[in-house]
């Protein structure tokens, strides 16, 4: 039962808005800029230049929700709701071709899927991007432990598994000891008794990326990361339902 | 991709690592396994290939070199003993022509004659069935066979229904394929085809068509192994709406060089399975238009560790190159690889590197703190002012909401919508504000908001552009009179145009609601020095799982004697009333002094009631409210009102 015996109106933060925060502090302490951009992309950002081919089943890994083109723009190149928060990796480094660069985007992103409680066509992501000279997947490693310990507020351990993502080379999933069991209890709400759970993309920049936009990818080398926020939210504070976030409904905002 | 753990134990000798092993290691090194599903004393692996993957891993061979690698145990190059055969030569000829090389990477042809269609032997249609495959026919299911064992998409027609030509070449507009699942397809120009020179066979890469069906008295027939352009495939089969194994396999592009050696296994297989003592095989007939390159590939071992960031020796990528069973030769520090024809996958040093390292393994690499960022962050103003703006707004009692972006009517409308309801993109914040309002004004009680006060920062789309739109709404659940929306709106506006020091101008004419251009807003106000992380709200709070059933509401008042405190109300109520009341909410105290001079309290509750997993009846609730009552009552001097 919960209770509520006083008048005062207390502070209700958005828990989406919450983890956002937090994300920007951590990242904030470690030297990274706050980045945001637009939703709605053209192929070029989305695609082509991180390296994801025209006609490619790499475009199949995320369903895009495209625009109908305007009959007043002929020709316009396509547009799409960005699917990712990497197109701004992109972005960014247009406009900032001399490394060091170390930044993080958090913002929405859309993907064509029939929703449910772990679905959403609309969610947000975070999306990091580290260049330098010294790059390499121990230096990702060691920037996501830090974030990952901060944000459950405990020290969590970090595994890669092998992976793909256009965009990265070598590209791995990242797993995050489990914060709620400590280490594959059986029946775990969390983990389900694995031990570990699984919280983001990662990798090292492909070098075409770099090229792309016009910085030498053999003088320096990136790191990239990018993870779902919902997800964290979902994890951190036991919500069991994805669509409740884009819903407008404070029976979940409220409780928090 | 779907393997049975048989089919790739066979490549081993029956000495692989068992399903559950071999789930870890591709897990790990690999792969990731999404399932192991137990049948006919078999498991069916799924194992999750990527695009890196489908060039060489939509097939067991594919998945069994994998698990060879990660296991580093050695595998045979098929699952099983293709007999040879000698046999005599057809002296039918057959020619292969191919119009447009690009599109037509290499077609092989080969003639066998006097087969017999019939039933696969046991062992081959336990395999398909294993994998949730049909058993056609020994010929079909042979060409199914070598598919799924190397990767390679094959075919087979019944000759004596064509001539001795074999041509590909693009359909012309108009023309139609009936397929073998007896679907009319109406082609293109833009479609390629297999045809005797003037009936189409199949449509290239994708399905069969009907005119050379095999039927169970075709006696000679006319196998294809071929290799079609990736972009091509995919593209029409998008277009015509028909997704085969084989359109699979061909838009994730495979080697052209297995070709050869898939006509060879299928020709031995089908000998075995549907020969006769009259089977004659003619010789290959191969038209390799566009041949595909031999790569070399190098990579140091230094360059390596300087991407994986743990040291590699040169043994290490010795070592694990064998594994690979890769030819290499070392040049200088450089241990250049001929790229084996499947793996598409291997073209920058990069890829090298991740094969390197996930082998000798991610579970190795430590720690790299990066240095510290030398250079002075920036504030982005944006970030700044959002947060400025929540907590001026958390302070008046208003929630943030995030609604939607996609609504029904709009000016940017998507091609593909999920839903008519869903077509376009939102114009303004106000309209689900609206919505957010009126949903939430039916919980006010449950959220504890007697006047539902809201925010809500987003993006909105028009024709003219993308813009960051900034809103507040303000809505009385039925019933409330005062404060009236309208005054606690301006009054909110007012504070928040003092604290930042902008005057606001609202775009939309709702009196309960004010909508934003959020960067015309912040335009003109000053950069912010830091971003304010300082700690706000509670932040140890956990979900509570929200329920679906319709809440219930009922009050109840009591005097009580001089002493009794709030607790003491609140604890009869908690005790009686049990998980069915969700929320609880002191409204009202007051003392009053009685006309024989008691002085006692009343203490006025409203009492919210739910349950998580049926509607509750008011008979339900009646009966808690009067056991509340009566127990209240057994107090000496409680009086329930």
Redesign the interface.
Known sequence: MNTNNSDKESVHIHPITRVINDINKIFFEMGFNLTDGPELETEYYNFDALNVPKDHPARDMQDTFWIKPSKDMPGVERRLLRTQTSAMQVHYMEENKNPPIRIICPGKTYRKEATDATHEMQFQQFEGLYVDKEVSLATLKSVLNVFFDKFFEKDVDIRFRPSYFPFVEPGAEIDISCFKCNGGEAGCPVCKGTGWVEVMGAGVVHPKVLNNVGIDSNKWKGFAFGGGIERLAMLKYGIDDIRLFNSGDLRLVNQF | MKVSYNWINEYFDNKAPNPEKIDDLL??????VEGLDKKNNDTVIDVKT?????HSCLCHRGIAREVGVVADIKLNLYSRNFKDFSISKTSKNLRVIIEDGKFCRRYIGRVIENIKVGPSPEWLKNKLETLGQRSINNIVDATNFVMLEIGQPMHAFDSDKIGTEIVVKNAVAGQKITTLDKKEVDLDENILLITDGINPLAIAGIKGGNFAELEMNTKNIILESANFD??LI??TAQRIKIQTDASKRY??DFSAEIASEAMDILTKLIVEIAGTSETRVGEIVDNYPTKAEKIQLGISAKEAS?????EIKDSDVEDIFNRFQFVWKKEGDQFVITVPDERLDLR?K??L??EI??IYG??K??????P??T?K??I?K??AYK?KI?RIL??E?F????????VENGQ???????SPERKF?RTNLTD??K??LE??AR?SE????PQ?K?F?F??V?K?SG?ESNFAIGIKNPLGLKKPKEKEVLDNTLKILSEKLGVSLQKINKDENIAEFNFEKMIEKLPEIAE?D?SE????T??????SQFPFMIRDIAVFTPEGIK?EDV?SVI?NE?G?L??????FDVFTKTFEDGTKKTSYAYRLIFQSYDRTLTDEEVNAIMTKITEKMNANTGWQVR
């Open positions: 897990t790990m090194h690999s792969m990731e990527l695009p890196n993957y489908n990736p972009v995919r593209k838009e994730n300087s991407i994986i960031g743990v920058i990069e890829d590197a991740e390292g996930r991610y579970e690499i430590k720690d790299i703190p990066v510290k960022n250079e962050v920036k982005d944006g970030f947060e929540r958390y302070e009692g929630s943030e909401v995030i609604n939607y972006t996609f940017i409308e998507l091609a593909n919508p999920m993109l689900g504000l919505d957010s949903f939430n919980y449950l959220i504890e908001m539902v809201i809500e987003g993006h789309f024709n993308e971003y992380f706000i709200g509670d932040r709070k956990r979900f509570k799982k929200i709030e609140f908690k009333a998980e009341v969700i929320k609880s909410r002191l």
